[in-house]
């Protein structure tokens, strides 16, 4: 005897196959995700310093080297204009400022005049290129141990000209030739007078080289204050006006300026170096306090610009779905994700 079937028996099997996924479609292959590229971390601050010219005074910047250092600030490119140029050009061939101190007391200013009758009484210049030159072994620019860049003048053009390549002493040379003390200095096509015409103290060009963070050695003359008492002295209070202005606009874009107080030194007191230097390290000594603040000031904007960059993103946000009911009361279903 046949056993009744209940009645809908058949539905059974169906539901049973619904429920297994048997009509479900297959789930799509993982996409593959790209490798994230490692963020590099923040490079470390590159500092440069930018030597004024101005003669004699120049031996200050020795002053300011020797206090950077002995804080544990180290320009890693240098630029010079005159006679920022001369000690500049020691400091990149890997001098360090006691090396250069000593240097400074053994000169012996006579041997880098060579006058010439001929032109009007004008130093030539050459035995200052040939100084630097034995100086720094005839090493060019490209083989010193830091950039290095010396600004001088086009006379034809007035265009300021930063070397930093070829002859070292040419270079300074260049950058040194005082108007009216020195002959121009012609190399190639061009001739060169002093770079302190169009940029006294040559932050621009420390930039150049890649500096982040600049810090200016201002020595150039500032006005008396009083009223010449000849033409030649009206004529040289204007030109250190004039001087005075442009540097200020440049000045400007440093991060921290120096100013050794070396106004009552003359250009041609090769006497007072040492005073020079003590002067370069007192002014040293009085901005290093916001040089520490402004340069660690960098740092923690690099810092954080970095932690941003790794910053874990933040998680997707669920997808909303929604049940799709159909076929035999919702029994059949599945879900649709928008």
């Given at each position: 005897?046949?056993?009744?079937?209940?009645?809908?028996?058949?539905?059974?099997?169906?539901?049973?196959?619904?429920?297994?996924?048997?009509?479900?479609?297959?789930?799509?292959?993982?996409?593959?995700?790209?490798?994230?590229?490692?963020?590099?971390?923040?490079?470390?601050?590159?500092?440069?310093?930018?030597?004024?010219?101005?003669?004699?005074?120049?031996?200050?910047?020795?002053?300011?080297?020797?206090?950077l250092e002995a804080n544990?600030?180290?320009?890693?490119?240098?630029?010079?204009?005159?006679?920022?140029?001369?000690?500049?050009?020691?400091?990149?061939?890997?001098?360090?400022?006691?090396?250069?101190?000593?240097?400074?007391?053994?000169?012996?200013?006579?041997?880098?005049?060579?006058?010439?009758?001929?032109?009007?009484?004008?130093?030539?210049?050459?035995?200052?290129?040939?100084?630097?030159?034995?100086?720094?072994?005839?090493?060019?620019?490209?083989?010193?141990?830091?950039?290095?860049?010396?600004?001088?003048?086009?006379?034809?053009?007035?265009?300021?000209?930063?070397?930093?390549?070829?002859?070292?002493?040419?270079?300074?040379?260049?950058?040194?030739?005082?108007?009216?003390?020195?002959?121009?200095?012609?190399?190639?096509?061009?001739?060169?007078?002093?770079?302190?015409?169009?940029?006294?103290?040559?932050?621009?060009?420390?930039?150049?080289?890649?500096?982040?963070?600049?810090?200016?050695?201002?020595?150039?003359?500032?006005?008396?204050?009083?009223?010449?008492?000849?033409?030649?002295?009206?004529?040289?209070?204007?030109?250190?006006?004039?001087g005075q202005k442009l540097?200020?606009?440049?000045?400007?874009?440093?991060?921290?300026?120096?100013?050794?107080?070396?106004?009552?030194?003359?250009?041609?007191?090769?006497?007072?170096?040492?005073?020079?230097?003590?002067?370069?390290?007192?002014?040293?000594?009085?901005?290093?306090?916001?040089?520490?603040?402004?340069?660690?000031?960098?740092?923690?904007?690099?810092?954080?610009?970095?932690?941003?960059?790794?910053?874990?993103?933040?998680?997707?946000?669920?997808?909303?779905?929604?049940?799709?009911?159909?076929?035999?009361?919702?029994?059949?279903?599945?879900?649709?994700?928008?």
């Amino acid at each position: 005897m046949t056993p009744l079937r209940p009645r809908f028996s058949w539905l059974l099997p169906l539901l049973l196959l619904a429920g297994c996924g048997g009509n479900t479609r297959p789930s799509p292959p993982p996409a593959a995700v790209a490798p994230v590229a490692p963020v590099p971390p923040p490079a470390p601050v590159k500092v440069g310093i930018a030597l004024g010219g101005g003669a004699a005074k120049g031996f200050a910047h020795i002053g300011v080297i020797k206090m950077l250092e002995a804080n544990g600030i180290q320009p890693v490119v240098v630029s010079g204009t005159s006679a920022g140029s001369v000690v500049g050009a020691l400091y990149a061939s890997g001098m360090d400022p006691f090396q250069m101190q000593k240097q400074a007391f053994a000169l012996d200013e006579t041997k880098i005049r060579d006058v010439r009758l001929f032109s009007g009484g004008l130093v030539q210049g050459q035995a200052l290129q040939d100084y630097v030159n034995d100086l720094l072994g005839g090493r060019p620019i490209e083989k010193l141990k830091k950039p290095f860049a010396a600004v001088a003048t086009q006379l034809e053009t007035g265009e300021r000209t930063v070397f930093v390549r070829g002859n070292v002493g040419q270079a300074v040379r260049a950058s040194s030739s005082i108007p009216g003390v020195f002959e121009p200095v012609v190399i190639g096509k061009a001739t060169y007078i002093d770079g302190g015409v169009v940029s006294p103290v040559p932050v621009d060009a420390a930039r150049q080289l890649g500096a982040d963070f600049v810090i200016a050695v201002d020595i150039s003359s500032k006005a008396s204050g009083t009223r010449p008492g000849s033409m030649l002295g009206i004529v040289n209070q204007s030109i250190t006006i004039m001087g005075q202005k442009l540097g200020e606009q440049e000045l400007a874009r440093a991060d921290v300026v120096v100013r050794p107080r070396v106004n009552e030194i003359g250009p041609a007191d090769f006497e007072q170096k040492n005073n020079a230097i003590l002067e370069g390290e007192r002014a040293a000594m009085a901005v290093m306090p916001r040089i520490r603040e402004k340069l660690e000031q960098l740092r923690r904007q690099r810092q954080a610009a970095y932690a941003a960059k790794i910053a874990p993103a933040a998680p997707a946000r669920p997808a909303e779905c929604s049940d799709e009911g159909f076929r035999l009361g919702k029994l059949w279903g599945r879900k649709k994700c928008e």
